[in-house]
């Protein structure tokens, strides 16, 4: 079975621009989160949906939004990108609402460069 | 702020444990451990979680110290494939959201 597939792999933008990162969940999987990661620091959480609503989301300015389709792929939408927004971008997927009963699986993530 | 603390990092011989400490000294009664680990330049990958008791899976063992505040991951023998950055992290549920709060983590290096 396929993993959790992230795209682009890579992207590079410049200040003030607009970005939006996609992710494909596992197949059966009906939550996905995201989490952007700077170099260095472990993951920080963005957002978790879950059936196609917003079910958390984490202090991250109205820059970011997101939203999840019928069929559980999600977007991740950026606006006017800023230096410090440069980072590895995951997004995990899990069969229910990610908590102890549902295992997170990350994919390879997106590595966005603001310039 | 991540509710765990890890050594920056660690070394062990190829074919050896790798005994991997975390503490996490404000742990709630019904709060989980939960270790990842991250090969570099790829996603976290889930290795193992616990409440109170023991946990062994074929990736690794965990042991829980019986007051919770303190965890260790062993791998029980290390290769080469096991170097990565190992994250302990105690799962925090707040109102209906759900999120892992991630530390820094360990950089394990195994050598040869």
């Known amino acids: 079975d396929a993993g959790v597939t992230q795209s682009p792999t890579h992207l590079i933008k410049t200040r003030g621009q607009h970005v939006t990162l996609r992710c494909s969940p596992i197949s059966g999987h009906k939550s996905v989160s995201w989490y952007q990661q700077v170099l260095g620091q472990g993951p920080q959480f963005i957002f978790q949906?879950?059936?196609?609503?917003?079910?958390g989301r984490g202090n991250f300015p109205d820059r970011f939004s997101a939203r999840q389709f019928p069929n559980y792929s999600s977007e991740l939408n950026v606006n006017a990108l800023l230096l410090g927004d440069s980072a590895l971008y995951l997004c995990?997927?899990?069969?229910?609402?990610?908590?102890?009963?549902?295992?997170?699986?990350f994919g390879p993530g997106t590595r966005l460069t603001v310039t | 702020d991540a509710k765990t603390t890890q050594p920056p990092s660690m070394d062990c011989a190829e074919g050896r444990a790798a005994n991997l400490p975390c503490n996490h000294s404000t742990i709630s009664g019904n709060e989980y451990v939960y270790w990842y680990r991250q090969i570099h330049s790829q996603g976290p990958q889930y290795i193992i979680h616990?409440?109170?008791?023991?946990e062994t899976n074929e990736m690794a063992s965990l042991i829980i110290t019986e007051d919770r505040k303190s965890s260790t991951l062993i791998l029980p023998h290390a290769t080469l494939r096991d170097t990565a950055v190992y994250y302990c992290i105690v799962r925090e549920a707040r109102d209906s959201n759900y999120q892992l709060i991630w530390g820094a983590g360990t950089k394990l290096i195994i050598k040869p």
């Open positions: 995990a997927s899990s069969r229910g609402l990610a908590g102890v009963f549902y295992e997170q699986y």
């Open positions: 616990g409440l109170k008791n023991n």
């Open positions: 949906y879950y059936e196609k609503e917003e079910r």
